[in-house]
């Protein structure tokens, strides 16, 4: 299992970190958790309104959903373009796969249309 060290690691000097021998569970705090223990971070996510329960280790539901768009194609969808109508510029997205397998490219196909709806939009 991949301790707070190495997923630091990872995330500064590698391409990130291989999830092997774990369970989603992990995965999902491997995501979310480091952050919260950056307090610019955490900061940031107070003044946008999330407390103290939500930045707990691994972070609440409500963090996760608010911060991962997952769903439908057209849920994601939304989400990004929410972000655009706030007056943002351009968004980065990160697809993550539907499933345990780690194959993102059934995801990425099922978001392109979508997305490049969305690219295309005023």
Sequence with gaps: MLGPRVL???RTRAAGALPYLVTPEHTRSARV????????YAANLRRIGFDSED????GSDRLVDALALQGDPETP??????????GANQVAIQVLSADDAGDILPTARALS???AELSNAP
Aim: aromatic share 8%; net charge neutral; glycine share 10%.
């Design 33 to 40: 958790g480091p952050y919260l223990r950056l307090s610019n």
């Design 8 to 10: 630091e690691l990872a």
């Design 113 to 115: 249309g979508p997305l």
């Design 77 to 86: 969808t939304v989400g990004l373009r929410a972000h655009l109508e706030a």
């Design 55 to 58: 930045l707990a280790f691994p």
